[in-house]
């Protein structure tokens, strides 16, 4: 398929209610946990995005299989007999990384592409390393690939992350489950991705206590006491607070329907802090906004502080509040780069090293702009449709790779929003 963009006319309208996908930031994790259970699992609620695919692809040539039914996967891991995972594959989509842990725990090595960094910053692993180095794996490194090996099996360790890294947090369980004796992950990542996580191995057979808490205590069982499993995932609250910023953004009412509203707190306090009225129930959140958009601050942090793969998505509801609002991104090194397209549309923002200073203004102009990272993407689409005029969005491969259907689910919420063929 050649290139696409996503061409925008501003109508200002999203009002309605959308099905929220399963989660991507779990899906891509649970794939890889498979691994762990000899056998056929079935994952329900998998988003039909391009990651899933590349993931897919990863297990086949491990020597899984793979099948697809609408929203559901079968994964028999039961031939699994390799443990390596090329640089091609790992360099299209850094998630590959995931299969480090539970190839270690299944095979006991593994041989793993370094994954570059990308748009966002350095996306380094150390922490992934040390923590696994603590269970007994030792680490080479032969021309860009990672050689695991345990010479002396994994054993559990007691390990702090210096950060709560969600990447070393999964990594770290995949490979601790089957570790000789019991393992305690201080200073965890906590977001509900890692307790999706740990709900599946749990139904395979794995003994974990505190998944969602700093301190996760891991009992390690034996790799055959380790079986496949039906595990449905959790809806991503991140598409859900795109949509939701979207509803913010026109006044909405937007419902996101079949994700968990407790996901969504921080976020959902600072709509409210921008004006926007937010109910929820047990699966859904409608927000909707009469008066102007209030300026707020923001602080993106690990969960369960605000999401930093919002924060493009409320840095354009921050440019059409009235007043100043300053953004500071504590997550990743470089995720700014959304401003300068957005100033491209009329946004006044001003970059200094980690905030962004934003003075509202009273509309923004439809230009054409490219995604920088798919939450960047996804935004630049909602700005489309509150400015005047003609949006078009390039680079939207990365949309895909995060969000399914997004044009057609905006377009179901009224927005005037074609993807057509770059000419
Ligand atoms: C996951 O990335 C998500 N990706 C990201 O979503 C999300 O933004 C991030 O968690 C934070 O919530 C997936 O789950 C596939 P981290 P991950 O390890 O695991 C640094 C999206 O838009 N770090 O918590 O890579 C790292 O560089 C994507 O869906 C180290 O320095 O996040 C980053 O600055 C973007 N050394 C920070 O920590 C390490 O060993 C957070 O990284 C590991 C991480």
């Given amino acids: 398929m050649g290139k696409e963009c996503i061409v925008i006319h501003g109508n200002g309208t999203l009002c309605g209610e959308v099905k929220i996908a399963g989660a991507k930031n ?7 946990a498979s691994i762990l259970g000899c056998g056929e699992s079935i994952i329900k609620n998998v988003p039909d995005i391009s990651d899933i695919k590349l993931m897919s692809e990863v297990l086949s040539r491990l020597g899984a299989t793979v099948r697809r039914e609408d929203h559901e996967l079968a994964i028999d ?36 592409a370094m994954p570059g960094g990308c748009q966002i910053g350095a996306r380094k692993i150390d922490m992934h390393l040390v923590s696994l180095q603590a269970l007994g794996v030792q680490f080479d490194v032969d021309h860009g690939t990672l050689i695991a090996t345990t010479p002396h099996g994994l054993h559990g360790a007691q ?74 995932t959790v809806g991503d609250r991140i598409e859900a607070g795109t949509f939701l910023a979207g509803g913010a953004l026109t006044g909405g009412p937007v419902t996101v329907q079949r994700i968990d509203p407790s996901y969504l707190r921080m976020s959902v306090l600072k709509m409210r802090a921008m004006g926007c009225d937010v109910t929820t129930g047990e699966d859904y959140l409608t927000v909707m906004r009469t008066g102007p958009l209030k300026p707020t601050d923001i ?58 200073i934003i003075r509202g203004v009273e509309g923004l102009q439809g230009a054409p702009v490219s995604s920088t990272d798919l939450r960047a993407g996804a935004a ?37 929003v074609v993807r057509q063929a770059v000419d």
């Fill in 26 to 32: 779990s899906a891509l994790k649970l794939m890889a």
């Fill in 299 to 356: 602080q993106t942090l690990p969960h369960p502080g605000f999401p930093t793969d919002l924060q493009a998505q409320f840095m354009l509801l921050a440019t059409l509040a009235d007043g100043i609002s300053v953004i500071t991104e504590n997550v990743f090194e470089n995720r700014f780069m959304f401003a300068s397209e957005l100033m491209r549309m009329g946004a006044d923002i001003t970059l200094e090293d980690h905030h962004a």
């Fill in 380 to 416: 630049l689409v909602l700005a489309g449709i509150v400015a005047e005029g003609y949006t078009t969005v390039y680079d939207i491969k990365h949309i895909d790779r995060g969000y399914e259907d997004y044009a057609g689910k905006l377009r179901s919420l009224g927005a005037d």
């Fill in 159 to 232: 390990v702090m992350l210096e950060f709560p890294s969600v990447g070393a947090t999964e990594n770290m369980l995949m490979a601790a489950v089957v570790a000789e004796g019991s393992t305690l992950i201080e200073n965890a990542a906590r977001e509900p991705e890692i307790v999706d996580l740990c709900d599946m191995l749990c139904q395979m057979g794995a003994r974990i206590e505190g998944a969602g808490e700093s301190n996760i205590e891991v009992e390690g069982v034996a790799l055959s006491d380790l079986g496949p499993c039906v595990h449905t």
């Fill in 77 to 112: 891991t039961t031939d699994v007999d390799s443990f390596s995972t090329p640089y091609e594959l790992v360099s299209k989509m850094r998630a590959s990384i995931s299969v480090l842990g539970p190839l270690i725990g299944r095979f006991g090595q593994a041989r793993v």
